[in-house]
């Protein structure tokens, strides 16, 4: 996701190896508390996910999808992604057209990104305007099911500091 203006080492904090393993397992064990599956495509677009620690694109996730042999099927990743967003997972950067594992446990968060436009990091938070805008759609007559926030700028490390 680094955009090409970035000149420096990128800072990506993904997991991997048995932080990887145990994001995987608590994923698996959430899925069946709530009886439903984690199939083995779910967990690979999943695995992918937490293994990038910023924003992917779809077509990157077909095209990483298989170890060893040809790319998935878009469907296949596209369902996957639709089920990792409905169980709180991932989420769905709209400015960026990605995708992002979510690592917070709490169902039904509100999300807010803070975007790095220099080398792609995103950081996720839970913010604290929240309420004020779940307030505001009910006083509107909305049934809000979902709250996100994207901010766009340079991050600590691209900005120089």
Known sequence: MAHTACDHDHHHHGVAGDALAAELTAAEARCAAAE???????????ELLLEAGQPVKAYDLISTFAVDGPPAKPPTVY????????????????????????????????AAFLICDCCGATREFEPEATADIIAAGQAAGYALTGVTIEAHGKCADCKGE
Not at 36 to 46: E, I, N
Not at 92 to 101: F, G, T
């Open 36 to 46: 439903q599956r984690l199939t083995a495509p779910r967990r690979r677009v999943l």
């Open 79 to 110: 369902r996957a992604l639709e089920f990792l967003e409905k169980q709180g997972f991932a989420h769905r950067i709209e400015s960026l057209n990605a995708y992002v594992a979510c690592r917070r446990e709490a169902d039904g968060h509100a």
